[in-house]
């Protein structure tokens, strides 16, 4: 190959992460009143102002938000305030412009808790971490349905939910941490993995953004290749790569996320459907993939 290939800067993922999205947006243009990217924090205390519980809400393009953590404090569990929680965390994303929210649950985690209040499974993630299961849930927050009402209802009275900070973000992540360690601590840090490719005068001219997760599987965020290099197979290459590297460091499993109009690469390059996300954005199709190695 007359390319070099070359470890990824903090610079050359942010320029793949702009390309990326330039082209995507190219794609499919953001609707009108499509939200901004940005973080939604909220907090439940009590009247004294203790932290109870807390959720943290990434909102993302076309109208789609993530709920990344709900944490209650243990002993304010199975008293409503979850659900309080989650309320919340709908009717923000909702006026802001969002129609999908979404999350991702384990098998030691809380499922039947999400399914209740209307969300379903869209993915299904078996052994990762190894000898468990995790789902991806999905819920139409601009659609009318029946409101769930818990059995124990008291956390209403008991508790007030208010714009967190970025120290509960601290708070609900070491809960998070906590919780998960019981059932599958990390077995190491997360690795980064990402390369490109440079001409004889060191430009990039390709790049894979990729890290190994703690369980070992090994996350691809995204692979951009310049116009004029296209078609050449060094997007392929890159992949490849990554493959090799990540099996090196004991990764199990690739995972990544795409939208129809660049799934037929990844389907090309090994990469099966773990599950779809439809009309998103509005008209197309996204994929979450995953390639076992």
């Not at 330039?22 to 102002?49: H, K, L, S, V, W």
């Not at 692979?223 to 290459?237: A, D, M, S």
């Not at 992949?239 to 389907?267: M, P, Q, S």
Request: hydrophobic residues 35%; contains cysteine; charged residues 25%.
């Amino acid at each position: 190959m007359q390319y070099e290939i070359r470890p990824l800067t903090e610079a050359d993922e942010a320029y793949i992460e702009k390309k990326i999205g330039e082209y995507a947006y190219m794609m499919a243009p953001p609707e009108p009143g499509t939200p901004e990217e940005e973080q939604i924090i909220f907090r439940a205390e009590d009247e004294n102002g203790t932290f109870a519980g807390g959720c943290v809400v990434n909102v993302h393009e076309w109208g789609r938000a993530v709920l990344a953590m709900l944490w209650v404090e243990e002993p304010h569990r199975r008293t409503g305030l979850g659900s309080m929680l989650l309320k919340a965390a709908e009717r923000a994303v909702l006026d802001l412009g969002c129609h999908y929210l979404c999350l991702g649950t384990m098998d030691f985690m809380a499922r039947g808790f999400y399914e209740k209040h209307g969300y379903t499974v869209f993915t299904v993630n078996r052994d990762h971490p190894t000898g468990h299961e995790g789902w991806s849930l999905s819920r139409r927050v601009d659609r009318e349905m029946p409101e769930h009402i818990p059995t124990d209802n008291s956390a209403a009275a008991r508790f007030t939910i208010r714009p967190g900070s970025q120290e509960d973000v601290k708070i609900i992540e070491a809960g998070f941490e906590r919780y998960n360690s019981q059932f599958v601590p990390d077995g190491h840090d997360d690795l980064p993995i990402g390369k490109k490719l440079v001409d004889q005068n060191g430009n990039m001219i390709a790049g894979v953004i990729a890290e190994v997760d703690g369980w070992d599987g090994c996350d691809i965020e995204g692979i951009w290749v310049e116009e004029p290099y296209r078609k050449q197979g060094l997007g392929t290459y890159l992949f490849n790569e990554i493959e090799r590297e990540a099996k090196e460091n004991g990764a199990h499993v690739l995972f990544t996320y795409c939208c129809d109009w660049v799934f037929g690469f990844f389907e090309k390059n090994g990469c099966t459907v773990r599950g779809t996300l439809a009309d998103y954005p509005k008209g197309h199709t996204a994929y979450e993939l995953e390639k076992r190695i």
